[in-house]
């Protein structure tokens, strides 16, 4: 499947990538998908980020999500981070028990509960219950049960998407193994960004992957958490990365390339690339969307050669 248009400047990643993987090893590993539906994962333009990604000994990611850049490079070590409690619950259980934990998120995916009523009153279950470990197989089963995958909160922190009528909804036992098995090198930590990237250490890579600033003033904006994440956030995390570019920690930011965004990233290297995705809600229309990666070099980290 083709997912971008070419561009001048995905020729120029498309070097960059070539350089990074010989520098890291003789023989590219083949990518590997998340195991949660999250909306805005960067599947599909890991090429892009592992190219513009400097060596280190850590990586940092203040906005893990479903862990698409996690899964599919390899660093010594890890720090993994999100605000929403749910998503980073669901990774420490299956970092502690891993096939234990795939077994019994595995027991809610039978055809009994793929049903309306069945998810309503799983969703419900998983909103009211105390038992924590109960509450996060619940939530890789709604993940794969609600309507595009997708995860929003009402005000009162319930979540609330509508069930998604798959036929057979996918289990993705290969996908939390894959995930197990490196969670040995990372740790996972629920904290909002600031906190995060505060624990940053020379010889640390950052890379940030924040909901995405609007596209125009009237665009929809995706909901993870109960907390917003609008234009001050989208500030505050560019300040932070020149405060510790300046420290000698490099930090990446992806982001729609929007007039706001560069402005934003003007201390920053640009790597600009158009991504293929759906741009409709109902995903009946889909366009090319420019997208970019900030880079902000740490004072006397490696550079990639130009
Ligand atoms: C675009 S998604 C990240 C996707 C991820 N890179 C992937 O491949 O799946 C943005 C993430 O930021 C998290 N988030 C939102 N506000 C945050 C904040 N203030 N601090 C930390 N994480 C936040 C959301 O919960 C969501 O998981």
Not at 51 to 60: V, W
Not at 136 to 142: G, P, Q, S, W
Not at 190 to 207: H, I, L
């Amino acid at each position: 499947m083709c997912a971008y248009r070419m561009c001048v400047s995905d020729v120029r990643i498309g070097e960059e990538h070539a350089r990074h993987d010989r520098q890291m090893s003789s023989r590219p590993s083949p990518t590997v998908r998340p195991f949660l539906k999250w909306a805005g994962n960067k599947y599909r333009i890991l090429a892009q980020i592992k190219a513009a990604l400097p060596p280190g000994r850590r990586l940092i990611e203040p906005f893990v999500g479903s862990g698409a850049v996690f899964a599919n490079t390899d660093y010594a070590r890890y720090l993994l981070a999100d605000v929403n409690p749910d998503l980073i619950a669901v990774y420490r259980h299956l970092q502690e028990e891993g096939p234990r934990f795939i077994e019994h998120c595995r027991s809610y995916f039978t055809a009994r509960n793929n049903t309306g009523a069945a998810y309503y009153d799983l969703r419900a279950r998983f909103n009211q219950t105390a038992d924590v470990r109960e509450k996060a197989a619940l939530f890789v089963y709604l993940n794969r049960h609600c309507y595009n995958g997708l995860c929003r909160y009402n005000a009162g922190g319930g979540f609330n998407v509508p069930f998604g009528r798959y036929r057979k909804p996918y289990f993705p036992a290969a996908e939390m193994a894959h995930f197990h098995e490196r969670a040995r090198r990372a740790e996972f930590v629920c904290a909002a960004f600031g906190e995060t990237m505060a624990g940053a250490q020379p010889g640390d890579a950052v890379y940030c992957d924040p909901p995405y600033a609007p596209l125009s003033a009237t665009a929809n904006f995706t909901s993870y958490s109960v907390q917003p994440f609008g234009v001050d956030e989208q500030r505050a995390l560019a300040r932070l990365a020149e405060k510790l570019a300046g420290g000698g920690v490099t930090v990446i930011i992806s982001n729609h390339d929007t007039e706001f965004t560069r402005r934003e990233y003007a201390q920053a290297r640009i790597v600009a690339f158009d991504v293929l995705r759906t741009i409709s809600c109902d995903g009946s229309r889909r366009g090319a969307v420019g997208e970019l990666l900030a880079i902000f070099d740490g004072d006397g980290a490696p550079r990639p050669a130009r």
